[in-house]
């Protein structure tokens, strides 16, 4: 890892933003490229900044954030796991399925089922 990262304000703003975005909404589309247009931040900065900022890289952040929001839609909607996984970022159920196992050590079906949804 890089030395620490001199980010100004701004960028430590627009990247605190960025992660607030990602938490409301974690099915959108964030990709390294339209995130650094649309903040004015370098790719390099936009990589290393955010995790100073947050503790951790973009990628593993989104991933929480999807799979956060993807518990809360199994456990509180009767949504298809098709469906969750289209609203959480994942256009292929499969990988979606998963990255949830891996998150979670169990199926969106199985987690579904045990919590009684």
């Known amino acids: ?24 909404k974690p099915g959108g589309d964030y990709h390294i490229a339209a995130l650094s247009k649309a903040t004015g931040i370098n790719r390099y900065k936009l990589f290393y900044g955010f995790r100073e900022v947050s503790g951790t890289s973009i990628h593993r952040f989104l991933i929480g ?42 199926t969106p079906g199985s987690f579904r089922k045990n919590k009684g949804c």
């Open 1 to 24: 890892m890089p030395k620490k990262i001199q980010l100004s304000e701004n960028e430590k703003e627009q990247l605190l933003t960025l992660e607030r975005q990602m938490l409301e």
């Open 65 to 106: 954030a999807r799979m956060q929001y993807a518990k809360q839609l199994l456990s509180a909607t009767d949504k298809s796991i098709k469906e969750i996984a289209r609203l959480s970022g994942y256009p292929d159920p499969g990988n979606f399925c998963t990255i949830f196992k891996k998150q979670f050590g169990t």
